[in-house]
């Protein structure tokens, strides 16, 4: 079991459970005690858990695995994706960026392009990420412009009906989308129904719409529908894609970028 696999499976039954000690999880789990000591003590210093004496209790956060936790997650991966969805952008565009751990990393992308450190400005961000807005609001160069709404602490996005009066305002050159799944019949998709419907918003103000998403999102279908696949100009997808995935993404009308 990897080490992700494995951190998931903790959290998934500390939160059923509430406490969980060292020799219950190593046997759950089939691994050694020291392997469990070592995940609880890296999960705590991320806050994920509370260590205790003997074991760990459940974080007192509502749970869907948030996003400082997702992050650490294929990490490689979405860095090489966020660069070369960084690539696509040219000075001067307006960019929508959804929430999500592949966003975030285009957005820093974007900060330390060259070509984007001076401008009047140098990029418009729009978007409804508390974090992706915290972190380019230091960037003189970027107009940051933030939806309202209420925030979700698993994602830090802004949700919600609130986000109606910005979005339907404005004109995007490309919004840029983290998902959970997409898939080439169904299209891309959410979790979360009120973070699809604000997703969906930036995608019908942008001109171009680019699905930033690692392997594992791909071929797979989740609850709530952002858009249909036609409306996807550009998936930018990394090397583990399989060659059947990419041709029906291809037939469907999408450009497919693999890094």
């Known amino acids: 079991m990897s080490r992700d696999a494995r951190w ?9 459970r509430g406490r969980l000690d060292v ?9 050694s005690a020291a392997t469990i000591r070592r995940d609880f003590d890296q999960l705590a210093e991320q806050q994920m858990l509370v260590r205790t004496r003997g074991g760990a209790v459940v974080h007192g956060v509502s749970y869907e695995l948030p ?25 001067g565009e307006a960019v ?3 929430g999500g751990t592949t966003t975030t990393e285009v957005a820093r ?7 984007l450190t001076t401008g009047a400005p140098a990029l418009t961000i729009v978007t409804n990420a508390l974090n992706i807005a915290n972190e380019l609001a230091v960037r003189p160069q970027f ?24 979005l339907g305002q404005i004109t995007l050159d490309v919004a840029v989308l983290g998902v959970v799944a997409f898939d080439a019949a169904h299209g891309a998709a959410a979790t979360d129904e009120a ?50 995935v990419v041709t029906r993404f291809e037939e469907a009308g999408v450009a497919v970028v693999v890094v």
């Open 195 to 244: 973070e699809a419907a604000i997703n969906r918003l930036l995608c019908e103000r942008a001109e171009r719409v680019i699905v930033a998403a690692d392997s594992s999102k791909l071929g797979q279908r989740a609850f709530a529908r952002i858009c249909a696949t036609e409306s996807v100009d550009t998936l930018v997808t990394d090397g583990a894609v399989s060659g059947d």
């Open 96 to 98: 929508g960026l959804t």
């Open 109 to 115: 992308a974007l900060a330390v392009r060259s070509d």
């Open 23 to 31: 020799e219950e999880a190593a046997t759950e789990l089939a691994v």
């Open 143 to 166: 107009k940051i412009v933030l939806t309202g709404g209420v925030a979700r602490p698993q994602s830090y996005e802004l949700v919600g009906p609130l986000a109606d009066g910005v």
């Open 67 to 91: 996003l400082r936790y997702k992050t650490a997650r294929r990490a490689s991966e979405k860095q090489r994706i966020a660069k070369a969805v960084a690539d696509l952008v040219a000075p």
């Open 8 to 16: 998931k499976a903790l959290l998934d039954l500390l939160v059923e």
